[in-house]
Each structure stands twice: as structure tokens, then as C-alpha cells.
């Protein structure tokens, strides 16, 4: 791999590499190191890959680079009630009104931490087609999963984040 | 409006995903259409769902920081100490060719340039090419007889390993004579018997 085509690899995909670390991970600052993991692994074995499967190929390894950073840590799933601070900041975002920002805020909030809840590979098939707006083949590709497989787990995975938040929004409601 | 009598609330969370993402048959996501219009609780759960796939669908998107991609930038380039460390590594594993290979472009170099030079402007007189070439034939006769010792020596070492081990099998086989000799085997071989002549 040239150095041309690898700053427009990372130009392409530099983004989905790190938006979905810091989704699955759910650090900033491991997002980071596991982004530049994963980006010098492009560097160091791109050549072995077809042009067309980097994107794919990149969604894989990352994936694998959040779980193995997970095993590393032996820190489980993370209580996310406390920690949306360390989350990038910008999530409240495009939230209508003050009282919805509030609210919004909170549920945004604990949607986040109802999918840090959520197992593999459900969390990332959730994160790779609601957030970073993959397709079905795409996901199926990055994953190597079979299309009606991708299909089910994102169902499955959008049931129990329903059932999880269901609590919440009750909570939400009465206030 | 009443509910389909068909389509239970059961039916409608099962198929409740594919449903609102389209993935329905036509005539069934009718039927879930007609229940959960007449179903308050299934209307509430396709409005909390929805919500929640909204957000998720604006959840932002971030580009790694400029740190990460100077980072990864850096470890992508080599400094110029380990081109130069990787380029001697590879000499000093094969030193013989190399040797060869910078022998072979002195050869080049000292044949090629003379042949550049214009022929009306010699810079320099036979007799300097002359011992030029006889210099160049002796520093290929000094690299080949370096070659040829790092041979020689390479066979000693072998035919020397190979007196090693055959004294030591001859040292083994004196051993086993000698242990014989203490304690001699009965003999079992048996003389022939003499056969009778002109017995009646």
C-alpha cells in the first residue's frame, strides 16, 4: 500500500473507525488508542487487502480491537448512569426545547448506557446501522455474518434496548 | 375501531422490527397496521420506538483527532537510523554477496569510465589503464582467494567434525572388544564330524 492510498484510507474511513471504538468502548481515550491500532495495522497488512474490502476489513479489526481491549481491561460492561461526562460532548446536540434537552439529555443518556448492556454482537450491529448508518450487506460483509443473520440480531438488539429503556421512559413520563 | 381478530399484540411485538423497518409482506404489515391503530398499548410501543431509533439515528459521529492520525503518521514513516540499521542488518546476513555485488560494480565502474571518456581527450595514458586493469584483476584474484579459504575452512571444519565422531566410534567399538575379552562367550560353534573311511 502506497502512502497516498493509505492517507485516503484513513481519510474514508478514519471516522467510522473511531466513531464506532467510541461507541463500543465507551472511552475516549481508549477509542483513540485502539483507533491508532487499528489505523497502523492498515498501514502494516492494507497491502493484503482488496481496495474495495478496506472499509469492511477495517470495521472487522476494529470490533475485534474493542473486544480484545475489553478482555484486557476485566472491566465488564461499565455503569453508564455516571459516566455520560466521559463521553465526546456534543451529544445534546440537535435535541429540540429546553425541556426536551432535559429530558432528551437523559434519555440519550441512558440509551447509551442501555447499549453498553447489550451483548455481541448485537451492540455492534445496533451502532454500525442506526448510528453510522451501514447497510445490511455492508454490516454483513464487516461482521462476516449472513445477511438474514445481520436482520435478526438488529431486531433482536432494538427489542432489548426497548425492554431495557421501557423502565426509564415511565420515569421520563411521570416527571 | 376494533383489533383484527387475527393479529394478537403477541404477533405485533413479534414482527414489531421488521414491521417498522419495512420488511414486511404487503397484506401483513397491513394487518399490523389495522391492529396497532386500534391498540393503544402497541401504539404507545411504535412511538417509543421510533424515538428511540431517532436517537440513536442523531447520535454524532466523530473523526479521530489529529493526534492519533500525526501518530499513526509517524509510525508509518522510518526514520532515516532504521533504513540505514535495516539495510546493514541485510548486508551482514549475506555478507559473501555483497561482497561480490560491490566487487562486480568496481569491475563496472573501472571498465565502464574509460569507455565515456572522448577518445580525442585522453585523460589518461595506456600505461595507466593498463595498470589499472591489472590492479582491478588482482583485487578479484584477493576476493576470490578469500572465498576460497572461507571454503576451505568450512571443509576442515566438517572433515574435522567427522574425524571427532569417527574417533569417538572407534573409541566405543574398543570399549565393547575389550569387555568381551574379560569375559569370553562359550563357544557354540560345533566341528563337523569326520566321516569314516573304508569302515565296514
Known amino acids: 500500500m502506497t502512502r497516498e492510498e493509505f492517507d485516503a484510507a484513513v481519510a474514508k474511513h478514519g471516522r467510522r473507525v473511531f466513531t464506532l471504538a467510541v461507541y463500543l468502548l465507551g472511552d475516549r481515550e481508549e477509542a483513540e488508542d485502539v483507533t491508532q491500532e487499528v489505523l497502523i495495522r492498515l498501514w502494516r497488512r492494507g497491502h493484503e487487502v482488496a481496495s474495495e474490502k478496506i472499509g469492511s476489513w477495517l470495521v472487522r479489526v476494529t470490533r475485534n480491537a474493542c473486544v480484545d481491549a475489553f478482555r484486557h481491561n476485566d472491566s465488564g460492561i461499565r455503569a453508564m448512569t455516571d459516566s455520560v461526562a466521559r463521553w465526546p460532548s456534543d451529544l445534546s446536540t440537535g435535541m429540540p426545547g429546553p425541556e426536551g434537552l432535559a429530558n432528551a439529555s437523559q434519555l440519550s443518556g441512558r440509551i447509551l448506557g442501555a447499549l453498553r448492556e447489550l451483548s455481541e454482537p448485537h451492540r455492534s450491529v445496533v451502532i454500525l446501522r442506526e448510528i453510522e448508518g451501514l447497510s445490511y450487506l455492508e454490516i454483513a460483509e464487516a461482521l462476516e455474518m449472513p445477511l438474514s443473520s445481520v436482520r435478526v440480531t438488529l431486531h433482536r438488539g432494538r427489542r432489548h434496548l426497548r425492554e431495557e429503556l421501557r423502565g426509564v421512559r415511565d420515569h421520563v413520563e411521570a416527571c | ?200
Open chain 2, 1 to 200: 375501531m376494533s383489533k383484527p381478530v387475527d393479529v394478537t399484540c403477541a404477533d405485533v411485538l413479534d414482527r414489531f422490527e421488521a414491521w417498522i423497518d419495512g420488511e414486511l409482506e404487503p397484506a401483513d404489515a397491513a394487518k399490523l397496521d389495522s391492529h396497532v391503530a386500534g391498540c393503544a398499548a402497541c401504539r404507545d410501543e411504535h412511538r417509543f420506538a421510533l424515538e428511540i431509533r431517532s436517537q440513536l439515528q442523531a447520535m454524532p459521529v466523530f473523526d479521530p483527532p489529529a493526534r492519533v492520525v500525526n501518530a499513526v503518521h509517524d509510525a508509518a514513516t522510518p526514520t532515516m537510523g532504521e533504513r540505514l540499521n535495516e539495510f546493514l542488518n541485510a548486508v551482514m546476513r549475506r555478507p559473501a554477496p555483497a561482497v561480490a555485488a560491490v566487487a562486480v560494480i568496481a569491475v563496472l565502474v573501472l571498465a565502464v569510465v574509460p569507455l565515456l571518456r572522448t577518445p580525442t581527450t585522453p585523460r589518461y595514458s595506456a600505461e595507466e589503464v593498463e595498470r589499472a586493469t591489472e590492479e582491478t584483476k588482482l583485487a578479484l584474484a584477493y576476493v576470490g582467494g578469500i572465498a576460497r579459504h572461507a571454503e576451505r575452512q568450512a571443509r576442515q571444519k566438517v572433515m574435522s567434525e567427522a574425524a571427532v565422531s569417527g574417533t569417538l566410534r572407534e573409541i566405543s567399538r574398543s570399549i565393547e572388544w575389550t569387555g568381551a575379552a574379560v569375559s569370553p562367550a562359550p563357544s557354540t560353534t560345533k566341528r563337523p564330524k569326520r566321516i569314516d573311511e573304508g569302515s565296514s
